[in-house]
Antibody
Framework: QVQLQESGPGLVKPSQTLSLTCTVSGGSISSGSYYWSWIRQPAGKGLEWIGRIYTSGSTNYNPSLKSRVTISVDTSKNQFSLKLSSVTAADTAVYYC???????????????WGQGTMVTVSS | QSVLTQPPSASGTPGQRVTISCSGSSSNIGSNTVNWYQQLPGTAPKLLIYSNNQRPSGVPDRFSGSKSGTSASLAISGLQSEDEADYYCAAWDDSLNGHVVFGGGTKLTVL
């Protein structure tokens, strides 16, 4: 059974770079059958898709965050990562990693999610 | 402000049928499929409906989805107390090189 687990600092200073990693267990990130995404949720608010990566390294990003986001994959460690630069208090949120099948009409159906990790931006 | 529009709240009594709407545009719902997620308090979202009207394994058939034009709906029949949660619609948006957009979420209260 595939599981996703986010990890990374829970506190980041303003203007610095937020870095998170999602470790995939119970399956191979290299299978080629899934897209791997990052999604965030500020406290009491809705979900915001940040971006996704395929095992080939190709990416798609939310246009509103694109200038600050980098998503990468490390197949040797079965992990993918998020970097968000120049953070402000508005980036404080629970960050989730999730996967979606590459099957047409399901490419944005996130069927497995990590439990989420809270990241606070504060000095 | 979310790209997809949902009512902020909905409610119903046990056994009742409730629907939650999701309105979009030609670049998202109008040309792509809609997914629905259920988020119980303090937990990660769970895929409830994919490809407009398909239920993942394990999701009760009390939950159903539909789409027409640039709008979609989630229906819950035989409402149960454990259905009290936040519900989000989502779809791929073809604009700006493509990206996923979510609705603002609907908090369902079981009275």
């Amino acid at each position: 059974q595939v599981q996703l687990q986010e990890s990374g600092p829970g506190l980041v200073k303003p203007s610095q770079t937020l870095s998170l990693t999602c470790t995939v267990s119970g399956g191979s990130i290299s299978s080629g059958s899934y897209y791997w995404s990052w999604i965030r949720q500020p406290a009491g608010k809705g979900l915001e898709w940040i971006g996704r990566i395929y095992t080939s390294g190709s990416t798609n990003y939310n246009p509103s965050l694109k200038s600050r986001v980098t998503i990468s994959v490390d197949t040797s460690k079965n992990q993918f990562s998020l970097k968000l630069s120049s953070v402000t208090a508005a980036d404080t949120a629970v960050y989730y990693c999730a996967r979606a099948p590459t099957v047409k009409l399901q490419r944005d159906a996130f069927d497995i999610w990590g439990q989420g990790t809270m990241v606070t931006v504060s000095s | 402000q979310s790209v997809l529009t949902q009512p902020p709240s909905a409610s119903g009594t046990p056994g009742q049928r409730v629907t939650i709407s999701c309105s979009g545009s030609s670049s998202n719902i109008g040309s792509n499929t809609v997914n629905w997620y259920q988020q119980l308090p303090g937990t990660a979202p769970k895929l409830l409906i994919y490809s407009n009207n398909q239920r993942p394994s394990g999701v009760p058939d009390r939950f159903s989805g539909s789409k027409s034009g640039t709008s979609a709906s989630l229906a819950i029949s035989g409402l149960q107390s454990e259905d009290e949660a936040d519900y989000y619609c989502a779809a791929w948006d073809d604009s700006l090189n493509g990206h996923v957009v979510f609705g603002g979420g609907t908090k369902l209260t079981v009275l």
